[in-house]
């Protein structure tokens, strides 16, 4: 079938270049006819419809610096430059580095005041826990309050959110403790354990450093919400089981975090079980339990459970003292040394095989690490209407753990429950952190010696009760109820962590979350579109069930980029819902199929083997009598068809600018055939 002769113009002016489709009567006007058979066209073969745009056409390498600055720039972190000369420049410049430098000018007195009381109330809550988590990454109790002595301190410095509070956290001490007790065994070399500890701090903070530098950060984003809340969650369940050796009084524990070793290890150990730790272990318990209710409940006494442990800790040390309960089985920390962090750079494996190691152990826990925080510090600038740059938060928590591995810490980050309780005590900035800091000083100077008759089974208490508020029970029923392929890399991670180990159970995660995108990359979502009555506008049937189909025409949207990866998918989709069409007519009959219309409005980019699926499909179309059309393309995609050949195989009058357009040209030619077939008809008779 002859659509007759068509012109095209390309004009190229500041506004771009438009692809105008001329008949020999008409002037280029922006507007295009309908494609003419020869026929007189009547009232109906005037009716115009819009010409489809190419943008300004941009050299290689323009394109080429485009796309670097949106994926690493997107941010436009060169924006504060914008007005500025000179030396101007270079302190926005070391404003952008130091944040301090930004809000320290501007602090007020009521800021101090607040930053003071949040400052000690995070105090209170992290020296005790810090002497546990200690404990769960295997090392001596007074490393945990390093941690929160040092990276504080860098991080008021450096970082860029005003509520987020540094120290130890649970998951990272439980992931580092048991992957350095994969390498070293920290009973039989202790200190060639505490070295390795370092040595994976070190690599954990150039990581993490890295990573902002070369702001490459969003490859945490490929940690999904759904395996953030698995992977906590599983993770929180095993830390609070670990505490069962502590809570118990159990000697001879075993060394594997999954729940049957654990709990085979609880049962074959009952002969062990001492019945004052229980005692006191489990009222403690009860108590940090309840206080934590009390504060959920009223938010007005938020700060109960955050002095509770440091109160139990201070009470239950004075009685054991009193009691000498450490003479009937009840463990205690024991003697901790006074004084600041020792320096350790010496002690960092710079050379042989444990480097590797090192690296491997600080490449896992940094990036969970550095997840959890750019997630904490986001979620609390989103609560108060501030922005903060991840990758000036992965800088900034880098350098504090390089720093912090000089000076005898341990992989820290930012803890949520800290956060929230340093948020609701009324901080205004990172200055709550330096308060924090101080209080974690004066403590390391004058009280460490008072913790030596600190129960154990008070410090299990204060983790299980702390890590039990990192199940979300509420996310992990709205990610089953939103998504359950969300939910599967949910349960992986939660099941993985649980029934395997925390790296299995990462893994999992990150294994199952690949999956989806995969799956959604080569299966993109399609869909056949329909009428809405009374309007011009056309959607997917299935959504809209009272929207109608066009007569002789198929109408299909591909709902995500073409590439490689998914173009022969995209062209055998399309072409099973023409068959089902036919199939469709042969059965019921109707208006013989004669166009396919391929709306491209959410296709954002396509390549080489997108363009030789689309001329296959041509191909196959034109083979049956059926017109292959294009509507709606974004300027990247024309641009690429135009400079790939098919807009010239295909004939530019078949690109149009919407769907309703392109309905409307091929209903016209429709209904031309039509007559014109009944022509021929009455001619014959």
């Known amino acids: 079938m002859s659509y007759g002769s068509r012109i095209a113009n390309e004009d190229e002016t500041a506004q771009g270049r438009k692809i105008r489709f001329q008949s020999d009567d008409m002037s280029s006007r922006g507007v295009m006819p309908v494609p003419s058979s020869g026929m007189s066209m009547g009232t109906e073969g005037r009716q ?11 050299s290689f390498w323009a394109q080429m610096k485009e796309g670097i600055m949106e994926t690493f720039f997107a941010d436009d972190p060169f924006r504060q430059f914008k007005g500025y000369k000179g030396r101007q420049r270079w302190f926005i410049g070391l404003m952008y580095i130091f944040p301090i430098l930004d809000w320290l000018p501007k602090y ?74 994969s390498e070293i065994d920290p009973l039989e070399d202790k200190a060639g354990y505490l070295r390795l500890a370092f040595t994976a701090t070190f690599f954990a903070g150039v990581v993490q450093a890295s990573l902002g530098i070369l702001r490459l950060g969003f490859l945490i984003d490929f940690l999904s919400h759904a395996a953030i809340v698995g992977f906590m969650s599983g993770a929180a369940v095993t830390i609070a089981l670990q505490q069962l050796k502590g809570l118990l009084g159990i000697r001879n524990f075993t060394s594997s975090s999954d729940i049957i070793s654990v709990m085979r290890s609880v049962w074959t150990h009952t002969g062990e079980w001492n019945w004052p730790t229980i005692a006191l272990g489990f009222f403690f318990l009860i108590l940090l339990m309840a206080t934590r209710r009390i504060s959920q409940m009223r938010k007005n006494f938020f700060w109960f459970s955050a002095v509770a442990p440091l109160a139990c800790v201070i009470v239950g040390t004075l009685f054991v003292f009193v009691t000498r309960l450490d003479k009937q089985g009840i463990k205690v920390i024991g ?72 000076t005898s810490c341990y992989v820290a980050t930012g803890s949520f ?8 005590s009324g901080c205004y900035t990172a200055m709550s952190n330096v308060v924090m800091a101080i209080a974690v000083l004066f403590t390391l100077l004058f009280l460490t010696p008072l913790f030596h008759y600190t129960p154990n089974c008070i410090l299990a208490a204060i983790i299980m009760n702390a890590v ?119 059965e019921n009959g109707g208006t013989h199929l004669q166009f396919v219309i391929v709306e491209m409005a959410p296709v954002m980019s396509i390549d080489t083997a997108a363009i030789h699926a689309f001329e296959e499909l041509h191909t196959n179309l034109q083979k049956r009598g059926i017109q292959l059309t294009i509507s709606n393309t974004v300027g990247k995609v024309i641009t690429t068809f135009k400079d790939g050949g098919f807009v010239d195989l295909l004939g530019q009058e078949w690109f149009f600018l919407s769907v309703s357009e392109g309905v409307q040209v091929c209903s016209i030619l429709i209904k031309r055939n039509q007559q014109a077939l009944k022509e021929n008809y009455s001619d014959k008779v």
Request: hydrophobic residues 50%.
């Open 48 to 58: 115009m419809v819009h010409s489809v745009a190419l943008p300004p056409s941009t």
């Open 108 to 181: 007020e007195k009521k800021m101090l005041k607040g930053d003071v009381i949040a400052g000690l109330t995070i105090a209170s809550l992290s020296i005790p826990q810090d002497l546990g988590y200690a404990k769960l990454a295997n090392l001596d109790p007074i490393h945990g309050l390093y941690a929160s002595f040092v990276p504080p301190l860098i991080y008021a410095l450096l970082g860029s959110s005003r509520d987020i509070a540094i120290g130890p956290v649970g998951v990272i001490s439980i992931i580092m403790g048991q992957l350095l007790k």
């Open 335 to 406: 003697y901790i040394e006074k004084g600041v962090n020792p320096a350790s750079f010496s002690d960092i494996y710079w050379s042989g095989p444990l480097v590797v190691r090192g690296f491997k152990v600080g490449l896992v826990s940094g990036l969970v690490a550095l997840t959890e925080a750019v997630a904490i510090g986001r979620t609390f600038a989103a609560m108060k209407a501030y922005h903060i740059d991840g990758n000036k938060e992965m800088l900034a928590i880098g350098t504090m753990n390089i720093a912090g591995s000089w």
């Open 417 to 424: 429950s800290r956060s929230a309780v340093n948020c609701q």
């Open 468 to 586: 039990l508020g990192l199940m979300d029970l509420r996310a992990m029923y709205l990610v089953w109820k939103t998504d359950k392929v969300d939910f599967l890399v949910l349960a992986g991670a939660f099941f993985g962590v649980m029934f395997v180990s925390i790296e299995i159970g990462l893994l999992v995660a990150v294994i199952i979350s690949f999956a989806k995108i995969l799956i959604h990359v080569t299966r993109p979502h399609t869909a056949l579109l329909g009428n809405i009555p009374g309007t011009s506008v056309y959607h997917d049937i299935k959504q809209y069930p009272l929207a109608s189909s066009e007569p002789g025409i198929v109408i299909v949207r591909i709902d995500a980029a073409i590439y490689f990866s998914n173009s022969n998918y995209v062209r055998e989709r399309i072409l099973r819902y023409v068959n089902d069409a036919e199939d469709e007519l042969a």
